[in-house]
């Protein structure tokens, strides 16, 4: 049970177990640890990262990761790769995604995972693969993908960002993060006294902390 003040009331769980939270912000790319590959196609192009802000290719900060399309023969697959993560239990991959050109160009946008290998492209296996819903790509503005890692529970992983394209469209992520999906608080009560009141919740995640924001009816959420 927690007392305070009677307002209104929204939670939040405290999550302590973040593995990766990656902006793209360092001075040098790819961030430490990072790999950037390919699959010997179209070498003039590469992930590096972009500032351009005021074309709305960056979700937060000054910078944002980037691969741009070009023009091959076969496919160019570029290959932007995790350090070694370790998922934590109900764990999950999030991350802000965008393209650049409105409508299909072709581009397959593709995450991968492997359980033995940062480098060896063969180890890997799709994550999310088409028709994936939960992957599709919008001009703007960006969109988080959340994508759950729960089949890999406490297993310590590399995380592949790839796009397939032979003159399609760019692919721009900021803000990677793999942490522990956040549970909603249920059976949410509160029992009202004359200076306080008693709140009371079900909470089935491994938190155990939670932070309270309290104030008249109808206040913004902070």
Request: charged share 15%; net charge negative; glycine share 10%.
């Amino acid at each position: 049970m927690k007392k305070l003040l009677l307002f209104f009331m929204s939670f939040f769980a405290y999550l302590g177990y973040g593995q990766i939270s990656e902006g793209f912000e360092g001075a040098t790319f790819p961030p430490s640890g990072w790999h950037v590959g390919d699959n010997g196609i179209g070498l003039t192009r590469s992930w590096t990262t972009t500032t351009a802000t005021g074309l709305g290719w960056v979700h937060a900060g000054a910078k944002s990761a980037i691969i741009n399309k070009e023009n091959v023969t076969g496919i160019a697959e570029d290959w932007l790769v995790t350090p070694l993560v370790n998922v934590p239990v109900n764990g999950q991959l999030s991350f802000f995604a965008r393209s650049i050109a409105d409508g299909e160009q072709g581009s397959v946008y593709k995450v991968k995972i492997s359980t033995t290998s940062q480098t060896d492209q063969t180890s890997f296996v799709d994550i999310v693969t088409p028709p994936y819903t939960e992957l599709d790509i919008i001009n703007a503005p960006f969109e988080q993908k959340i994508i759950p890692l729960t089949a890999y529970d406490e297993t310590s992983v590399y995380i592949a960002f790839v796009m397939e394209n032979d003159n399609g469209d760019a692919w721009i992520i900021d803000n990677v993060n793999v942490d522990e999906q956040c549970f909603a608080p249920t059976n949410v009560n509160s029992i009202p006294l004359s200076t306080s009141a008693e709140l009371s919740w079900t909470f089935t995640g491994s938190t155990t902390q939670f932070e309270i924001e309290y104030g008249p009816a109808g206040f913004v959420q902070g």
